[in-house]
């Protein structure tokens, strides 16, 4: 694939249309007035997104990965330490995987 | 950093300071290693599609977004029709929408020069770690931009290392890499987990974000799930402030 403007064009489209979304609903808020009901379901968003970014993990059931989430929740209940936690999480998947697991 | 007694954040006492970005971009340290590492693995794919470094480098910098540039870039080789371009990334960046909204209670009173560059620099990752530092009493912006900046560097640093390498690099998945963005949810998961009050949200959010998953694989996964959690808690609301 060569550069053709048609490709600089749709990557500037595309850019755009990556930006309204980050832009979108941040904007969208301003003419919605923000209720304690409201901000309940917009405080309950972050736990919810991070759960669905478990869930193909979950799903596939592979055990390094499910023993490392395992093992993510304890580092980081002992610790605090999201570093320290998500850390030890990619050392079990590696040694995991080095195992053939 | 002021010293008064911990009280829950009013739209009042949001700042966007220098101590807040660099706060930012230290916390954003481990994340940046996962997103370097991303990064190569699309500039890898981008030189098997015959992308020149500028293409790659100028789709990584515009949109910002690994897997909605993987697909787009897949669509494009096929059809090189821009609408379903188009169409792909506001499919797969879908979650976005949330993301902005979920930060309206504590950007919403700033300006828009400094919002909309910080919204700009919005990934997956720093937005977590963003809400997770604001739902312990966070109130300085700044630490929104500075741990968004802080993996958009290494995003393009990853892009021009995948395209001139090419595959010469080794796969990632072996060192567990590709496992990082899981890793660091779990671990903010536990994190911002209040107890019993997030058990009907978060449950409904799983059982929705399995059987997406199972049909629709890819970019509707996460959004089903934060829309099902944030519509459990706005129906199961019972009235009282949560902090």
């Known amino acids: ?101 | 950093m002021n010293m008064q007694p911990p009280a829950p954040p009013t739209a009042s006492d949001v700042t966007f300071t220098r101590a807040g970005i660099v706060a930012g971009l230290i916390a954003g340290q481990t994340l940046a290693a996962g997103v370097l590492v991303y990064g190569i693995v699309f500039g890898v794919l981008a030189s098997e599609a015959k992308l020149t470094a500028l293409e790659a480098l100028l789709m990584s910098g515009s949109i910002y977004s690994g897997t909605a540039q993987m697909a787009a870039l897949q669509g494009w080789a096929h059809t090189r029709l821009l609408l379903p371009a188009i169409a792909t990334i506001l499919i797969m960046n879908a979650r976005y929408v949330l993301y902005g909204a979920a930060l309206r209670p504590w950007l919403g009173t700033l300006p828009a020069h400094v919002t909309y560059p910080t919204l700009f620099f919005l990934g997956d990752g720093n937005w977590a770690l963003s809400m997770q530092r604001r739902a312990s009493g966070e109130v300085d912006a700044g630490f929104v931009f500075g741990s968004g900046v802080v993996m958009f560097v290494p995003w393009l640093v990853g892009t021009a290392i995948g395209v001139l390498v090419g595959s010469a690099i080794p796969d990632p998945a072996r060192f567990g890499l590709d496992f990082m963005l899981v890793a660091f949810s779990m671990a903010l998961a536990v994190s911002v987990w209040r107890g019993r009050s997030d058990l009907r949200a978060a449950g409904a959010a799983l059982v929705a974000a399995l059987v997406v998953n199972n049909f629709f694989p890819g970019g509707w996964t996460i959004v089903i799930a934060g829309l099902t959690g944030a519509l459990v808690a706005y129906v199961t609301f019972d009235g009282e402030a949560r902090t």
Not at chain 1, 6 to 22: E, P, S, T, V
Not at chain 1, 23 to 49: D, H, N, Q, S, W
Not at chain 1, 70 to 94: P, Q
């Open chain 1, 1 to 101: 694939m060569n550069t053709t403007p048609d490709f600089l064009l749709a990557i500037a489209a595309m850019g755009l249309a990556a930006f309204a979304c980050r832009a979108g609903g941040f904007l969208m808020m301003r003419y919605v007035p923000v209720t304690p009901r409201l901000e309940a379901a917009l405080k309950a968003i972050p736990l919810a997104v991070m759960i669905g970014i478990m869930a193909p993990v979950l799903a596939r059931g592979r055990f390094p990965e499910i023993f490392a989430l395992v093992i993510i929740a304890a580092v980081m209940r002992a610790t605090r330490s999201d570093f320290a936690a998500a850390l030890s999480g990619v050392a079990v998947v590696a040694m995991g995987r080095a195992f053939g697991l």
